[in-house]
């Protein structure tokens, strides 16, 4: 090799040398900037932690000294105290909710969130939607209405949480048009409706009963009479009977039976056990789960009967039926042939032992 | 003063249930899940343990069952914290050996009350 080249080679690998202790030494500066500034947004948080926790459960004076120091703070300091108490306030209630809804409304929380469902951005909007739900206030709701009808799921799903949250029943049809429009909603709805607690029955019944008339049932009247069920209406009851009876699609049939099983009254024993002589498995299923669930044991001949004479999702419904009805339906299923009378027996044994 | 094994995931949670106990005087041990709740209540053989159902790993369900089947455990107070308030639930929480059952969303003084009950019943 001659002697120019090998200069260039060796101020090649010396330059690249160099550039990789450069490289190396600003990874580290970056790294340890990175760390300071972590370190730094931790303590700020846990600072504000800390006067927000005073602030709510302090002694008087410190809650009053820890009040004045979060209210003198402004722009993003102050930003950082709200997502705080955001993200606490729907953890809590009583007075220490109370107190902190006070303290958001009176720093003008409440006005950024209704200028936040405004933005043109769907996360702002979100996040709008979320605070007005926290804050609770039912003043809320109209703006939080106008906002479900939107293209953008995640606003739709926060609208209808945040409804669960402020828990106006007047809301209650909106957000079955909410369910009929989107089925992806059916959980948020239904963990809504129960958050709106039994204020919304009423709503629920006068829907159910409507769309029984019109002839215009399915997922909208399922999760309707599923509502009404976890709820444990007994008013209710009537319409949850005529539902199973009449109920032209199948899946409203079975959810209305499931429901009276969750409300568990003796006057629906007649309608399931008719229920669980059809044809239709998925509703036989739901019927025979009603049927353990209620307890009654006038149904006893009617699931001895059933069982060994369905599809087999229907046998084992029907047999794990009987063992909830306790000694008379152990004694049928010891006495019955169905490979799912034994199942159920077995599987019986090997919870006793666990 | 009890001492109080107090565990969740939920770093906000566990905060307001820290600062709320303490400032009833007690002695708070806090952590951030089942497992950790069972080996602290090992080591600091608490008055009580304040256990959220839901957290990953070992849920409070059964951190509650691996307490009471350990004898020098057994006799340690359970209040369960949870989000789920079906009666399924609720009835699960004492088949495990709770001895109390608090629904989220909570109120802290409510939670100061009930540890107050079963700390007295429990003659800690």
Sequence with gaps: MNEPLRALLLTLLLLLGGLAILLVAALVVVRATSELLERRAARRRDEIRGLILSALLGEPEESASALAALHVREGRAWRQVEQQAFAILPKIKGDTRDALVSLLKNAGAAERAYENTRARSAVRRSRGAYQLGALGDRAAVPTLLELLPTDHFLVRRTVVRALGQVRDPEAVPRLLDAVTADPALVRDVIAALQRIGPEATPYLRKDLAFLLVAEHSGRRGALAATVLGLHGDIASVPVLVEAVARAHQSSLRAAAAEALGEIGVPAAVQVLTEALGGDLPEVQVKAAEALGKVGATSALPALVSALGCGAHEVDRAVAEALVKLGGPGMQALEEHVSPYAAEALALRRMMAAV | ?124
Excluded at chain 2, 58 to 80: K, N, W
Excluded at chain 2, 102 to 119: D, I, Q, T, W, Y
């Design chain 2, 1 to 124: 003063m009890a001492k109080i094994v107090v565990a969740d995931d939920d770093a906000d949670i566990r905060d307001l249930v820290v600062f709320k106990l303490q400032q009833s005087g007690h002695d708070v041990v806090p952590v951030g899940d089942g497992a950790a709740a069972v080996e602290a209540c090992r080591d600091v053989l608490p008055d009580l343990a304040v256990l959220d159902v839901m957290m990953p790993g070992m849920s409070g369900f059964d951190a509650c069952r691996e307490l009471r089947s350990d004898p020098s455990l057994a006799g340690i107070p359970v209040i369960l914290l949870t989000a789920r308030a079906q009666e399924s639930d609720i009835e699960q929480g004492f088949n495990v050996g709770a001895d109390d059952y608090v629904v989220k969303p909570f109120s802290p003084r409510e939670l100061a009350s009930r540890v107050a009950a079963v700390l007295q019943r429990s003659g800690a």
